[in-house]
């Protein structure tokens, strides 16, 4: 199988179906190839294939990635510190310049990232 022309199309966003009658391949083939590419980390710039998978909103919404672990969305932090936490997290922005508690860890996480 041409899996170069499988991502080329995958690009194109052809679905799987489509990929594997052009390629002459069943669907599950294409599909068990992109999923273990994907796995070892080799098809995260492709579209439509996704880190994560969504939460239900009922339960607070979120991400649950593949490694287990849950990237929550919409619920303040906030919230969940102490009053004495949040006036760390002031003098925090303050030094730093922030305007928002988001800007503050945006650059605390590229900083532990980068």
């Known amino acids: 199988m041409n899996f170069d ?44 294939y996704r880190a994560a998978r969504p939460l239900d909103p009922r339960n607070n919404g979120g991400y649950e990635l593949r490694c287990g672990a849950v990237l929550p969305v919409g619920k303040s932090i906030a919230m969940q510190l102490t009053v004495k936490e949040k006036h760390a997290v002031l003098g925090l922005m303050q030094k730093g310049r922030h305007r928002t508690m988001n800007d503050l860890l945006l650059e605390l996480l590229r900083r532990e990232m980068g």
Request: hydrophobic share 25%; proline share 0%.
């Open 5 to 48: 022309r499988a991502i080329e199309l995958r690009r194109q966003r052809r679905t799987y179906q489509e990929i594997a009658d052009e390629l002459g391949v069943s669907r599950n083939t294409i599909y068990k190839r992109f999923r273990k590419e994907y796995e070892l980390g080799n098809l995260t710039d492709l579209s439509g």
